[in-house]
């Protein structure tokens, strides 16, 4: 059974950190994408992050980069996140989500995605 169970949400002021954790069981944790995604109060879920776990290669939303970055603990079968510069907009709920299997094709629909974690709530304050 495919689990992926999301850790490190939290509160934080504008221009503070926060790093997720999604750790993953229950399948072979190789060559296969895993992103975050997010949603907002009254917004679609959108795309955040993703890489592949075969080469490490990663994308980024626009309105993300320079500020966040996805990276993996292949040891663990964990992805992390971790934001940097947080702004208000951050504020959603951020879920972690496989692709398996997978090509190392790791596009930003959501719909591609067939495994999601509960999401971790991220709240950013002004």
């Known amino acids: 059974q495919v689990q992926l169970v999301e850790s490190g949400g939290g509160s934080v002021q504008a221009g503070g950190s926060l790093r997720l954790s999604c750790a993953a069981s229950g399948y072979t944790y190789n060559r296969n994408c895993m992103a975050w995604f997010r949603q907002a109060p009254g917004k679609e879920r959108e795309g955040v992050a993703r890489i592949y776990t075969g080469s490490g290669n990663t994308y980024y939303a626009d309105s993300v980069k320079g500020r966040f970055t996805i990276s993996q603990d292949k040891a663990n079968n964990t992805v992390n996140l971790m934001m940097n510069s947080l702004k208000p907009d951050d504020t959603a709920i951020y879920f972690c989500?496989?692709?398996?299997?997978?090509?190392?094709?790791?596009?930003?629909?959501?719909?591609?995605?067939?495994?999601w974690g509960q999401g971790t709530q991220v709240t950013v304050s002004s």
């Open positions: 989500a496989a692709k398996w299997p997978s090509t190392a094709n790791c596009d930003s629909d959501l719909h591609e995605y067939n495994y």
